[in-house]
């Protein structure tokens, strides 16, 4: 079946380095998506990635996919307090959106 | 407003009650989607809506029912509420690719 794993917390200092892991089961995913979720708010596409890519960089987000290991991560460089969310890893397999698995969610917290 | 908005943005209702729950969105997307979020659980699925007048379950259907007269509303009805329907409710939209949500409506059940 379709699933998608995240750990439910981390915790890193101000201006680190955050990685949030994901696994997923699903190897005909071809989308994969990271969201952000702001407290009291609605999800926020923050990026995504095809599944023939390995690599994916927007200015302080790098994502990285090992398909072979069906792995994803999010590292946001230079984390800042404004980065305090809970962040989604989710998968789909065609561009319409019309079925995407979300996973739990990770909430990052910024500590000074 | 343009955008994605979702009213009420909270209910309290009783046990047994119907509730219903409005989404409405200005950029005409095809596709129009409920989930529920709840601790430990992300965001699950209830129904999605491919066009107008077109519906589907999602991964958790029971005790909710959707409509889609219109392309830009759709609304949740829960037909008689239960506790284990408390939660946060987002509603979703989309055409292609990146999903478009509202900030959600949190119904407590009583």
């Known amino acids: 079946g379709e699933d998608v794993e995240q750990s439910l917390f981390l915790s890193v200092r101000e201006g680190d380095s955050s990685v949030i892991n994901c696994t997923y089961t699903?190897?005909?995913?071809?989308?994969l998506y990271w969201y952000k979720q702001e407290p009291g708010a609605g999800l926020q596409l923050l990026t995504y990635?095809?599944?023939?890519?390995d690599m994916k960089q927007d200015q302080r987000l790098t994502v990285l996919l090992n398909k072979k290991d069906k792995h994803l991560s999010l590292r946001i460089a230079d984390t800042q307090t404004g980065d305090s969310a809970i962040y989604f890893c989710?998968?789909?397999?065609?561009?319409?959106?019309?079925?995407?698995?979300f996973g739990s969610g990770t909430r990052l917290s910024i500590r000074p | 407003d343009a955008g994605i908005t979702q009213s009420p943005r909270y209910k309290i209702t009783e046990t047994g009650r119907q509730v219903t729950l409005m989404c409405h969105q200005t950029?005409?997307?095809?596709?129009m989607f409920w989930y529920r979020q709840d601790l430990g659980h992300g965001l699950r699925l209830i129904y999605y809506?491919?066009?107008?007048?077109?519906?589907d379950k999602g991964e958790v259907p029971d005790g909710y029912v959707v409509s889609r007269s219109k392309t830009e509303n759709f609304p949740l009805t829960l037909e008689s509420a239960t506790r284990s329907q408390t939660s946060v409710y987002f509603c979703a939209s989309s055409e292609l690719g990146e999903q478009f949500f509202g900030p959600g409506t949190r119904l407590t059940v009583l």
């Open positions: 809506s491919a066009a107008a007048d077109i519906t």
């Open positions: 989710a998968e789909s397999k065609d561009s319409s959106a019309s079925k995407i698995i």
């Open positions: 950029w005409s997307h095809s596709y």
């Open positions: 990635i095809f599944s023939n890519m």
């Open positions: 699903d190897s005909s995913s071809t989308y």
